[in-house]
């Protein structure tokens, strides 16, 4: 066990991934979705009113959580949940617990091994789970504040992840969770990488995830935020110059992170290594970014700094880009001040188009892509885009994945408030 201001400066390598996503419930499916530009977006009526402008939604199959009784709940006969576990989740929560029992079985960890180990942490990322809430609330209003569920709190809340899932792994190190909107697991997984570089922890679990209901999505059409199309490929389609909002997802991915010296110790083969982060603020509206992306570009140069990358080095940029009208021009013009129009420009694609957008999981989910992409060698398209943005001009757009292997990796994140993040990854050679 390492301890607080032991040491600085050491290597995050990645040594697990924990999938269960709309384009799959494991690496292979994953792998296989982004390779060959296949969305996982399937047709929806909230609540069964076909009136309400959502159409379509990025959904987890083999997972039924709709209901509000956890006794109701299915999913994979692989994954074993113990009741007394069961009883405090979200729906968010089993694809968590499912999640990071998936990406520790792929790094080679029992849960054992982690158990009690103080030199283990949990970073989680959630906005809890409106539909839960709002369902315990309403037990309680019915019987005039004398009766409620004696697990809503730990069940609904923003902190629902990392309280159970710490609790059930027994984690010591550290369990904390983010809160920033579609920027909170990159936040999660960037303070998670400090603690590792800091000597605080050895290893650390992040972990993102998000129900998929009524509660959680409906309230952004309200905000005109989504987008009503009924065809999928319409409706996704980051960077096009006709697209009109967002789709919804939910799932969650879970990444094992480790110092190259503990992974190194137990004979663990990393995947890639986490060089840097940045993070920074748009300081401009509650809701939009910033409309030339000065946060975002600022939170890119701060994480090429830390990494001691050039930007002429940048193979690939998994771009946040929702499918928005306003985010996506913004996080274009910030590219294209970070990298100019010199030749070689690294390749733009976001993976948004085939699994919708997951919210406060897109951060984590999205890096763990980026891992695939340097550890199978090659690059994810942008396969529903027909006639870029004007304001994209000068970017790489690839419609289809591309057969080559990134060395080097941009990870993008924006949230409400303008909260912008930026992970950079490399081949762990």
């Given amino acids: 066990m390492s301890f607080p201001g032991a040491t600085s400066g050491r290597r995050v390598v990645v040594t697990g991934l924990g999938f269960i996503t709309p384009i ?3 690496r292979a499916s994953v792998s296989a979705h982004l ?7 399937e047709p929806i009526a909230f609540w069964g009113n076909h009136e309400i402008p959502i159409k379509v939604a990025g959904t987890v199959k083999g997972f039924t959580v709709d209901s509000i009784h956890w006794r109701d709940w299915q999913w994979p006969s692989q994954f074993e949940i113990p009741r007394e576990t069961l009883r405090g989740l979200a729906p968010h929560g089993v694809y968590a617990f499912c999640a990071v029992s998936q990406a520790l079985a792929h790094a ?17 990322a959630s906005a809890g789970s409106a539909m839960m809430l709002h369902q315990n609330l309403a037990l309680m209003h019915a019987a005039n504040g004398l ?6 709190v730990v069940s609904s809340i923003a902190g629902t992840l990392n309280f159970n899932l710490a609790a059930h792994f027994r984690i010591r190190g550290a369990a904390c969770g983010f809160a920033s909107a579609c920027a909170s697991s990159s936040h999660a997984l960037g303070y998670a990488c400090d603690a590792l570089r800091l000597g605080r922890l050895d290893r650390a679990i992040v972990v993102g995830a998000e129900d ?3 509660e959680t999505l409906v309230p952004f059409s309200a905000m005109r935020a989504l987008s009503p199309q009924a065809d999928p490929r319409a409706a996704s389609r980051p960077f096009d110059a006709a697209r009109d909002g967002f789709v919804g997802a939910g799932g969650a991915v879970a990444m094992i992170v480790e110092t190259a010296e503990a992974a190194d110790a137990r004979g663990a083969r990393p995947l890639a290594e986490i060089a840097g982060w940045g993070e920074a603020a748009d300081g401009y509206s509650v809701a939009t ?3 030339e992306g000065v946060g975002l570009q600022l939170a890119m140069r701060r994480a090429l700094a830390e990494a001691d990358v050039a930007p002429e080095a940048v193979d690939w940029v998994c771009a946040h880009a929702t499918s928005t009208p306003v985010g996506d021009k913004a996080e274009a013009l910030a590219l294209r001040a970070l990298f100019g129009t010199r030749s070689g420009r690294p390749l733009v694609s976001s993976t948004k188009a085939l699994t919708g957008h997951p919210l406060s999981l897109a951060g984590v989910m999205e890096a763990a892509f980026c891992v695939l992409g340097i550890d199978e060698g090659f690059v994810p398209g942008n396969p529903h885009l027909v006639v870029p943005d004007i304001a994209c001009e000068g970017l790489e757009l690839p419609r289809a994945s591309v057969a080559t292997a990134p060395r080097v990796v941009l990870n993008n994140s924006s949230g409400f408030g303008g909260s912008n993040v930026c992970h950079v990854l490399r081949a762990a050679g």
């Fill in 24 to 26: 799959g419930t494991d």
């Fill in 289 to 291: 970014s910033h409309p």
């Fill in 212 to 214: 998929l209901n009524g």
């Fill in 35 to 41: 390779r060959e530009g296949r969305h996982g977006l």
């Fill in 108 to 124: 080679g960890l029992s849960t054992d091994q982690i158990a009690g180990d103080a030199g283990t942490g949990l970073y989680c």
């Fill in 147 to 152: 009766r409620g569920n004696p697990l809503g």
